[in-house]
C-alpha cells in the first residue's frame, strides 16, 4: 500500500485510531504515557503534550501531515489513573483537552481532536457512530477538526438495543457492550469482533479504543479535501 502522508496518533491507546488511518494510506507514530507493546506501529513511550512541545521545538513535527489527538477524559477514564500518577496530579480533574488543542494549533497542522460523548467539551465538527460502518457496537465519538472541515455524515436509526442488562432488565439485540464486565457486556472476542480489533486482546484497551472504522473515514475525507484545495 502506498502512503499518502504521516500520522501523528497522540494518546494513542491501542492503536485503533492509527490502524484506521493507516487503512486510509497514511503511515502512522504513536505516543502514549502507558506501555503499549501491542501498538501497530511506531511507538514513543511518553507524556504525549510534552512529545509534541519537543516535536515542535525541534522542528520535527514537518515530517507529519495531520496530527490525531485523543486525550483522557480525566474524571472517568481508565487510562487516568496512569496519567495523573506521572504528572502529580492526584485524584484531580485535569483538563487536558485544552492544553492539547493549544499545542495542535502551534504545529500549523491539520489536526484532529477526538472525545467520547459526555466527556470534555470540544466542537462537534464529526459525531461518528458505528452503525454507520455496520459494526457491532455504537460506540459515539464526536471529532473536532482543525484546519480542515468535511461533510458531517448523518446519524442512521439504531437497528435495536445493546444486549445485556440495564436497569434491571435483560435486552437481546445487535450490538455488544465493549466496556466493563458481567451483566451480559461483551467477552473479549466479541469485543476484538465488533470493532475490527485484532491485534490486542487486552480488555482495557479495547474498551478505550476507537473502531478503526471511524479514522479510516476521517482519513479518507481528509485527503479527499486536501485534493480538493490543491485542484
Known amino acids: 500500500?502506498?502512503?499518502?502522508?504521516?500520522?501523528?496518533?497522540?494518546?494513542?491507546?491501542?492503536?485503533?485510531?492509527?490502524?484506521?488511518?493507516?487503512?486510509?494510506?497514511?503511515?502512522?507514530?504513536?505516543?502514549?504515557i502507558a506501555d503499549r507493546p501491542r501498538y501497530p506501529f511506531g511507538y514513543h513511550r511518553g507524556d504525549a503534550l510534552d512529545y509534541l512541545a519537543?516535536?515542535?521545538?525541534?522542528?520535527?513535527?514537518?515530517?507529519?501531515?495531520?496530527?490525531?489527538a485523543s486525550p483522557p477524559c480525566q474524571a472517568g477514564c481508565a487510562l487516568t489513573v496512569g496519567t495523573n500518577a506521572s504528572q502529580g496530579w492526584g485524584g484531580t480533574h485535569t483538563d487536558l483537552v485544552a492544553p492539547t488543542r493549544t499545542l495542535l494549533d502551534r504545529t500549523g497542522?491539520?489536526?484532529?481532536?477526538?472525545?467520547?460523548?459526555g466527556k470534555a467539551e470540544i466542537r462537534k465538527d464529526l459525531s461518528?457512530?458505528?452503525?454507520?460502518?455496520?459494526l457491532g457496537v455504537l460506540r459515539h465519538r464526536n471529532f473536532e477538526l482543525g484546519r480542515w472541515s468535511t461533510v458531517k455524515p448523518a446519524h442512521p436509526k439504531h437497528r435495536g438495543y445493546v444486549r445485556g442488562h440495564r436497569h434491571g432488565v435483560r435486552r437481546e439485540g445487535p450490538y455488544v457492550a465493549a466496556y466493563g464486565k458481567g451483566g451480559g457486556k461483551a467477552t473479549v472476542p466479541e469485543m476484538q469482533q465488533?470493532?475490527?480489533?485484532?491485534?490486542?486482546?487486552?480488555?482495557?484497551?479495547?474498551?478505550?479504543?476507537?473502531?478503526?472504522?471511524?479514522?479510516?473515514?476521517i482519513g479518507t475525507a481528509f485527503l479527499t479535501c486536501r485534493q480538493e484545495v490543491f485542484a
Open 194 to 217: 465488533a470493532m475490527g480489533i485484532t491485534w490486542t486482546d487486552v480488555h482495557e484497551e479495547l474498551t478505550e479504543a476507537i473502531p478503526p472504522a471511524y479514522t479510516k473515514w
Open 54 to 68: 519537543h516535536l515542535i521545538a525541534t522542528g520535527d513535527i514537518a515530517r507529519y501531515t495531520l496530527v490525531h
Open 109 to 117: 497542522l491539520p489536526c484532529v481532536i477526538e472525545q467520547p460523548n
Open 1 to 32: 500500500m502506498s502512503t499518502v502522508g504521516r500520522v501523528l496518533d497522540l494518546f494513542s491507546c491501542s492503536g485503533g485510531a492509527g490502524w484506521g488511518y493507516h487503512l486510509a494510506g497514511f503511515e502512522v507514530d504513536g505516543c502514549d
Open 128 to 134: 461518528l457512530c458505528g452503525e454507520m460502518f455496520g
